[in-house]
């Protein structure tokens, strides 16, 4: 049997398995990056991660050939020479990852951004499969975002394509981003922005101060509960990203907008307000043509996307 081995590097874990040639996992393995995450150590333990998937398989009774690998980093990456440039949660500066890796596991390695990947495995095997130009976006700690059109990822001439997060959707007034820039949508609508405004709220007494907000989940039970303070932060997240959406849905015409991250589970309390105010914003006939999903692989999304791309980079007929 085919299979690609797909790799998530995130700040806390890694994430791997083995794909097969239409997307479907046939054994994965998470390890935690630990404190030592230093590239080095990294990329002998996704060496040794992938002996043990082997392994796995071959005592489930099949085989298969492994015939590249694909890695998603979040960070900066120079593609062409396949040095990471930059990843701040790793804390790796100029590293020659791609080239560490292919020599330690013998294969051919694509490497790229983790929010492109999450879109690409999203359009290949998840909410978007169905669909030709498909806008991916994944509200978390900040918001990633990809594009794939025709089932390939569309980089951009140097990978920025697709960085929604980004959008300046606060033009005066707007808070420190972690770019430099200040009103990024990602300051006003990921799951950080909501913890921060229900942080505040709760500071000025106007949230219940029985448990102290520390993650996005207790302002969605908060607003369960019936608490109209705590819903509001919640509707006013979702507004800003429907709203950023439609700047990038105006620019792209996509097909499908894919929604992941927790919040993409809230279909009452996220998902509606946000389409909402998409298609207030949106021209008529984008968001016409538009269809919001959530995403369907949730945490998979990112192996299944390195997998993906790696077959492509291999085969030329995927
Ligand atoms: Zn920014």
Redesign the pocket.
Same mark, same amino acid.
């Given at each position: 049997m085919d299979a690609w081995f797909g790799i998530d590097i995130g700040g806390t874990s890694v994430k791997t398995a083995l794909v097969d040639n239409v997307g479907h996992i046939l054994v994965s393995q998470s390890f935690d990056t630990g404190a030592e995450r230093d590239a080095e150590t990294v990329a002998v333990r996704i060496k040794d991660t992938l002996e043990l998937l082997k392994a796995r398989l071959k005592d489930g009774g099949s085989t298969c050939q492994v015939h590249g690998a694909g890695v998603g980093i979040p960070g900066f990456l120079d593609l062409d020479t396949g040095i990471v440039a930059e990843a701040v949660n790793l804390g790796w500066t100029d590293v020659p990852f791609q080239s560490m890796l292919e020599q330690l596991l013998q294969l051919p390695v694509a490497m790229e951004n983790d929010a492109n990947l999450a879109a690409l495995g999203e359009a290949f095997a998840g909410a978007g499969a169905d669909r030709r130009v498909v806008l991916c976006a994944t509200v978390g700690t900040g918001i990633g975002g990809g594009i794939v059109i025709d089932g390939r990822l569309h980089r951009g001439v140097n990978g920025m394509a697709g960085e929604i #997060? *980004?959008l300046?959707v606060k033009r005066d007034g707007g808070i420190l %981003?972690? %770019? #430099? *820039?200040h009103g %990024?949508l990602?300051?006003v609508a990921s799951a950080t922005a909501i913890v921060r405004q229900a942080q505040a709220l709760q500071s000025a007494g106007k949230l219940p101060a029985d448990k102290v907000v520390t993650e996005a989940k207790d302002v969605f039970d908060l607003a369960e509960r019936g608490n109209e303070a705590a819903l509001s932060v919640i509707t006013d997240a979702a507004n800003w990203l429907g709203y950023g959406l439609s700047l990038a849905a105006i620019t792209l015409n996509p097909d499908v907008i894919v929604i992941g991250g927790g919040v993409s589970r809230a279909e009452e309390r996220f998902l509606m307000p946000m389409q909402a105010a998409f298609e207030q914003y949106a021209l008529e006939r984008v968001a016409q043509a538009a269809e919001v999903r959530a995403a369907t692989l949730s945490n998979d999304a990112g192996v299944i996307g390195a997998a993906r791309l790696a077959q492509q980079r291999v085969s030329s007929n995927a």
């Amino acid at each position: 049997m085919d299979a690609w081995f797909g790799i998530d590097i995130g700040g806390t874990s890694v994430k791997t398995a083995l794909v097969d040639n239409v997307g479907h996992i046939l054994v994965s393995q998470s390890f935690d990056t630990g404190a030592e995450r230093d590239a080095e150590t990294v990329a002998v333990r996704i060496k040794d991660t992938l002996e043990l998937l082997k392994a796995r398989l071959k005592d489930g009774g099949s085989t298969c050939q492994v015939h590249g690998a694909g890695v998603g980093i979040p960070g900066f990456l120079d593609l062409d020479t396949g040095i990471v440039a930059e990843a701040v949660n790793l804390g790796w500066t100029d590293v020659p990852f791609q080239s560490m890796l292919e020599q330690l596991l013998q294969l051919p390695v694509a490497m790229e951004n983790d929010a492109n990947l999450a879109a690409l495995g999203e359009a290949f095997a998840g909410a978007g499969a169905d669909r030709r130009v498909v806008l991916c976006a994944t509200v978390g700690t900040g918001i990633g975002g990809g594009i794939v059109i025709d089932g390939r990822l569309h980089r951009g001439v140097n990978g920025m394509a697709g960085e929604i #997060g *980004h959008l300046v959707v606060k033009r005066d007034g707007g808070i420190l %981003c972690n %770019c #430099g *820039h200040h009103g %990024c949508l990602e300051t006003v609508a990921s799951a950080t922005a909501i913890v921060r405004q229900a942080q505040a709220l709760q500071s000025a007494g106007k949230l219940p101060a029985d448990k102290v907000v520390t993650e996005a989940k207790d302002v969605f039970d908060l607003a369960e509960r019936g608490n109209e303070a705590a819903l509001s932060v919640i509707t006013d997240a979702a507004n800003w990203l429907g709203y950023g959406l439609s700047l990038a849905a105006i620019t792209l015409n996509p097909d499908v907008i894919v929604i992941g991250g927790g919040v993409s589970r809230a279909e009452e309390r996220f998902l509606m307000p946000m389409q909402a105010a998409f298609e207030q914003y949106a021209l008529e006939r984008v968001a016409q043509a538009a269809e919001v999903r959530a995403a369907t692989l949730s945490n998979d999304a990112g192996v299944i996307g390195a997998a993906r791309l790696a077959q492509q980079r291999v085969s030329s007929n995927a």
